[in-house]
């Protein structure tokens, strides 16, 4: 925000211009105030543009695109003369910076922050579409962050999808670093080319930096057409959201209203509240309220008429302030009621007061910017995503409720740094000093149901909508609750009367089954991955950085040994291990022409790391394979997996991986597979046994209605989880024949069924319900655990050590029962 200068108009219409906020290619965009008190910001167009017959009719229909878009997350058009000698569009004024500012000020948002971001923007995606129109420049400095969410503005080249171009034809418009594939070629840009610049600012506001970059502007194209998005330093589940964004085929492309759901299934208002976002931004945000405040009172204020030598008074002083605007000005707003959270990386210097008002909050800046149409290319290096996000699987998360224990009582939601579990007491072992890294903070919401941890009624609804009510029994009372950071969404692995499990910003922590209320040790180092500790050559292995595997001691948390592998590697995922030395993970081998140009290539690949020889053997998965959600059956002979064809895959774990038999399933088969004995099973529409050896069919069946759609195994039953009408079924292993079906409410399907000696547990689908008990035997439903707390996209992750202990970890929690 600017002051005006002598050649700045005084009055547009019945707006009185206060203030510069920013320019851009077709104008400058003033800061301005009606004779009847409302602030707007005006876009005013640059002389030599009013001039041309053809913009005028241009920017005409410009005008009627934007004041025919609502929507609660716009900027509304509320007045415009576009006909004017000086022609001027007046939108709402929203006091915030743009996102661009945001995170050049402060780093990185927060991942609830970017998932309230995602929901906000994307429901003014769905207000655009609705007027039959799309956006075509979506980009950071086009969203506004306000106190009560985010604004789409600038429709400055919003097109029809008539194919009418509102800034003329045969040009390239668009920010490059933003477009979609369609803009990139010149091909006409539907709604879907929307989505995928969505997905590119998601990818911004989550790492700090662009998804696609180029040297000159043909490799940036080519990145966007051709390339895969760099979305290295997204946290999950983020990158896997932005992921179906940025399919390359439009009609693939998730639609504004599931993207809206996926980041928040409770609806957007319920988090674009009070405290949405960091405290350092909610501060800029309170910034720009206060300077357009005091700029407005200005404007108010008479002030004394400045007189010239020669005893004149000055043009712009005597300018008579309007009667309506000597009415007091109403009270500010309060600010936003925000929680400190964990700060997000800096890549500018916090400052102790407000941060400064932004120029460019409606436009490029004033000076030397851009203008429209231009971006700039940064560095990166191209990856490519694994696995497809559940819609359904999204959410908000909201106010603790208890502990677990029986009916709980109001607690307030402990922030990290209440509650770190790692503690002075707790030995703390890392491999180099602690890293900056953005951690999650949490989004307050309504109060959060009670628990429901002790006896309760259990309400289903069957397919024809009745209700029964089915009595259970009393859930087991933990023996032990952990609070500390945010836990990744891995289960815990189990090891001589431990549980191992990742938290937030890159620790391993070991908690004691019978009472890991505070970790035994941390070891501080490891990389997000998104994939539990493997048990393997004597000690506990994780990633760290770029190519390195790294063994932590179980019992003291000391570091046994790092291998790094070097450049010409990248390791993404920890998969699993077979022979007790060899770990199996998945990444990508980079082809470099020399040191001075970087990578060239990178191609996807799964690695055999052989810990004891310190060789990394190379298991080729096929180019089809790359883009799923991998998650293999490893043992000393085979390497089981479901193929990105939807074929059941099975490859030898020695012999270069070379192929040994393929299965065809179809487009619904499920990720998951669970090897029993010598016998694959598969999911979709029916359960499938496979020969292990030659991939022969053993036996078949098919769901009556809905599908099968997750698995567990044990002994000689294998389990499935259905979907119409919900439940658990049970089958013989052998035949295929069928022994229980247990009907529960609603599932979280994306997760594996947990089984234990006697019990299976399987996850509520929202889970603020937690999780059910079903007895193996019987098919029985006997319990439900909940903490009452809904947590957004944070599931309730299950695991069983076998021996009567069941560990469930939930966002920043975990919870030791002991189970028969």
């Known amino acids: 925000m600017k002051p005006l200068r002598p050649e700045d108009p005084e009055q547009l219409g019945p707006y009185r211009l206060l203030a510069r906020l920013g320019a851009g290619g077709m104008g400058r965009v003033y800061l301005a105030r009606s004779s009847a008190g409302r602030t707007v910001a005006v876009k005013v167009i640059r002389p030599e543009m009013a001039e041309d017959k053809n913009f005028r009719i241009r920017f005409r229909r410009e005008v009627a695109a934007a004041a025919a878009v609502g929507g609660v997350y716009t900027a509304p058009v509320v007045d415009a003369a576009p006909d004017d000698e000086t022609p001027w569009l007046a939108t709402v004024y929203v006091p915030g910076p743009t996102l661009a500012e945001a995170v050049a000020a402060h780093g990185p948002l927060p991942v609830e922050t970017v998932l309230a971001l995602g929901a906000g923007i994307s429901e003014a995606l769905i207000a655009v579409h609705a007027e039959g129109l799309v956006h075509r420049d979506l980009k950071p400095s086009n969203v506004l962050l306000a106190e009560d969410g985010p604004r789409v503005i600038d429709f400055g080249i919003v097109r029809a999808r008539d194919g009418y171009e509102l800034t003329g034809t045969g040009g390239l418009f668009g920010s490059l670093e933003y477009m979609c594939p369609e803009q990139a070629t010149g091909d006409p840009m539907g709604p879907e080319g929307d989505v995928f610049c969505l997905g590119s600012v998601l990818a911004f506001a989550a790492s700090g930096h662009s998804p696609f970059s180029g040297a000159a502007v043909a490799a940036l194209l080519y ?34 209203d599931r993207l809206s759901a996926a980041c928040a299934p409770g609806g957007a208002e319920q988090v674009l509240t009070q405290g949405w976002l960091p405290t350092r931004v909610a501060a800029m945000v309170a910034d720009h309220r206060a300077a357009a405040m005091d700029l407005d009172h200005l404007g108010r204020t008479p002030v004394p008429v400045p007189i010239r030598a020669n005893g004149s008074a000055s043009p712009r002083a005597s300018a008579p302030v309007p009667a309506a605007a000597q009415a007091p000005a109403p009270a500010p707003a309060p600010a936003s009621a925000e929680v400190p959270g964990p700060a997000p990386v800096a890549s500018g210097r916090y400052g102790s007061g407000r941060a400064t008002a932004g120029p460019s909050a409606y436009g490029t800046a004033d000076d030397g910017g851009a203008g429209e149409g231009c971006a700039r290319g940064t560095g990166g290096v ?9 819609v359904g699987a999204a959410g908000v998360a909201r106010p603790a409720a208890g502990e677990g224990s029986g009916p709980a009582e109001a607690e307030s939601f402990s922030r990290p740094e209440e509650a770190l579990p790692e503690r002075s007491a707790t030995p703390v072992n890392h491999r180099a000093p602690a890293r900056s890294a953005v951690t999650r903070r949490v989004i307050l919401a309504a109060a959060a149901a009670t628990a429901l941890v002790g006896g309760a009624a259990l309400v289903t609804r069957g397919r024809t909508g009745g209700q029964t009510v089915r009595p259970l029994g009393p859930a087991p009372e933990p023996t032990w609750v952990y609070r500390g950071g945010p836990l990744l969404q891995a289960p815990a692995v189990f090891s001589n009367g431990t549980a191992l499990m990742k938290t937030r910003p890159g620790n ?12 035994k040790w941390v070891y501080q180092g490891i990389s997000l991955s998104p994939t539990p500790v493997v048990l393997t050559n004597g000690a506990a292995v994780a990633l760290g950085t770029g190519a390195t595997l790294i063994g932590v001691d179980v019992a003291s948390g000391a570091e046994r040994f790092t291998l790094d592998f070097g450049q010409d590697y990248q390791f993404d995922q920890l998969l699993g291990s077979y022979d007790g030395s060899i770990a199996v993970v998945l990444g990508a081998s980079l082809e470099r022409q020399s040191a001075e140009q970087g990578v060239a290539t990178s191609t996807a690949a799964v690695f055999g790391v052989n810990l004891t020889a310190r060789q990394a053997l190379v298991i080729p998965i096929d180019p089809e394979d790359v883009g799923v959600a991998l998650k293999p059956v490893i043992s000393s002979q085979y390497f089981v997996y479901a193929d990105g064809l939807r074929n059941v895959s099975v490859r030898d774990s020695r012999d270069g991986g070379s192929l040994r038999w393929r299965h065809q399933v179809g487009y619904d088969l499920r990720p998951g597979l669970v090897v029993l004995g010598q016998t694959v099973f598969a999911i979709g529409s029916e359960l499938l046994a496979l020969n292990l050896g030659d991939g022969k069919a053993r036996w078949s069946t098919k769901a009556e209605r809905g599908m099968y759609a997750s698995l567990g195994a044990a002994g000689n039953t294998v389990y499935a989880t259905g979907t119409d009408p919900y439940g658990v079924h049970a089958f013989n292993a052998a035949d295929g024949s069928r022994r229980w079906f247990c009907e529960t409410p609603r599932l979280n399907v994306e997760n594996p069924i947990a089984v234990g000696a006697r019990t299976l547990y399987v996850p509520a689908f929202e889970n603020k319900n937690g999780f059910y008990a079903i007895d193996a035997a019987s098919g029985r439903l006997l319990w439900n655990f909940t903490d009452g707390r809904e947590t957004g996209v944070n599931d309730w992750q299950l695991s069983c050590d076998g021996a009567g202990h ?10 030791g029962l002991t189970v028969t």
């Not at 990145?223 to 439009?250: F, M, N, W, Y």
């Not at 990856?383 to 497809?388: K, L, P, Q």
């Not at 069941?806 to 919870?815: M, N, S």
């Open 508 to 519: 391993m922590i070991c908690l004691d089954v019978k009472n890991g209320a505070q970790p």
């Open 382 to 390: 191209g990856t490519y995503a694994v696995g497809a996000y559940a």
């Open 223 to 256: 990145q966007v057409v051709h390339g895969s998005a760099d979305l290295t330093r997204v946290p999950e589940p983020l990158d896997k959201i932005i992921s179906l964004c940025h399919a390359k085929d439009p009609a693939l492309r998730i639609s504004p």
């Open 806 to 815: 069941l560990v469930a970890q939930h966002f920043d929690r975990a919870y």
